[in-house]
């Protein structure tokens, strides 16, 4: 019963609020459902991108030879870690086919010919692993600069509503020339509801920017030690 007089009361605060108030309310609920769209497309790709690029630096761990994981490559669904070592060997496969230039019979897979291709230039490695996280990264920031505008600007909507608001009611008040609590009181609560609106809006997007931001700080730690293993799995085949 008490939600329902609530409800009914919002309602009515709603209805009666002028059409400043009611235009600061759709921006400030576009931008509240604009930041959950991002919360949750992001958090859902988040917890993809991790059970897929863990189980792709399983396989790393697992593999004897190159050609190994890089069937596995071909074969996994996009993950960042998958896009770090398919970079990464095609680089390491530019490498070697300049070494075949200068000594033909070398190949990317060890064994195969008599001159045995070399990492001859680790660093373009390194270089090639550090372009691809960061574009991962910038990938999987994607949305969060969003989330930072509506954690900032949408408290200050809110005010600008509530402070018009505010505004008409001591207007009409000097118009009436009635000063009384009862006069007061139904302009300055409408005026509060663009206040509260931000809030809305504001509190979850902070939330939700930092507890991202986190993961993504977690998860680019988490392609930096690919990032090693992966040289290290490199170098030790082809040193």
Do not use: C
Not at 57 to 77: F, Q, W
């Amino acid at each position: 019963m008490n939600l329902a007089l609530a409800t009914t009361s919002l309602a009515e605060l709603l209805g009666h609020s002028g059409w400043i108030a009611k235009g600061v309310l759709v921006i400030l609920l576009f931008f509240s459902l604009i930041s959950w769209s991002v919360i949750i497309d992001r958090i859902l790709n988040y917890s993809r991108y991790m059970k897929r690029s863990k189980a792709f630096y399983e396989h790393l761990r697992n593999a004897s030879k190159v050609t190994d994981i890089l069937l596995v490559a071909k074969e996994a669904k996009d993950n960042p870690l998958k896009e770090m070592f398919l970079e990464t060997y095609k680089e390491l496969h530019d490498q070697v086919r300049d070494q075949q230039q200068v000594t033909p019979g070398a190949t990317l897979i060890s064994g195969t010919g008599e001159a045995r291709p070399q990492v001859r230039h680790t660093e373009n490695l390194e270089r090639t692993l550090q372009r691809v996280m960061r574009d991962q990264t910038t990938r999987l920031e994607s949305g969060l600069s969003f989330l930072a505008t509506t954690a900032s600007a949408t408290p200050f909507i809110g005010l600008f509503g509530t402070v018009w608001g505010i505004m008409e009611a001591f207007r009409a008040i000097g118009l009436s020339g009635s000063a009384t609590l009862a006069s007061v009181a139904p302009g300055i609560s409408e005026a509060l509801i663009t206040t509260a609106g931000g809030l809305f809006a504001a509190i979850p997007a902070l939330v939700g920017y930092n507890l991202l931001g986190r993961k993504i700080k977690s998860f680019n730690a988490y392609m930096e030690q690919f990032a090693l293993d992966l040289i290290n799995f490199l170098t030790n085949r082809f040193a």
